[in-house]
Nanobody, 121 residues
Framework: QVQLVESGGGLVQAGGSLRLSCAASGSIFSIRSMGWYRQAPGKQRELVASIASGTSTNYADSVKGRFTISRDNRKNTMYLQMNSLKPEDTAVYYC???????????????WGQGTQVTVSS
């Protein structure tokens, strides 16, 4: 089995910063795309940022210029550096990964448990 473990969430004042991490482990052959999603109360889950196995990245318009997604393929770990945080960034942040497992020739979707990010005004 494959597991995604998230860390780095917490409480921060507006204008502050947080760095989220997502580490994948298990019978991994390769990790294709990865991304961060978030869901606030009463709202749909939305894509915050994504990154392919190479260098291609994508950001939601609301976080462009403030958030930076990156990954370390040797460590099977993804990061989200969040700067200039705003109260509207408050949400549960989820890690996603498209992972090909050893001996199984297809990709599968995996999700982390989610980590709470709260930005106070």
């Amino acid at each position: 089995q494959v597991q995604l473990v998230e860390s780095g969430g917490g409480l921060v004042q507006a204008g502050g910063s947080l760095r989220l991490s997502c580490a994948a482990s298990g019978s991994i052959f390769s990790i294709r795309s990865m991304g961060w999603y978030r869901q606030a109360p009463g709202k749909q889950r939305e894509l915050v940022a994504s990154i392919a196995s190479g260098t291609s990245t994508n950001y939601a318009d609301s976080v462009k210029g403030r958030f930076t997604i990156s990954r370390d393929n040797r460590k099977n770990t993804m990061y989200l550096q969040m700067n200039s945080l705003k109260p509207e960034d408050t949400a549960v942040y989820y890690c996603y990964a498209d992972i090909v497992r050893v001996a199984i020739p297809r990709g599968n979707d995996y999700w982390g448990q989610g980590t709470q990010v709260t930005v106070s005004s």
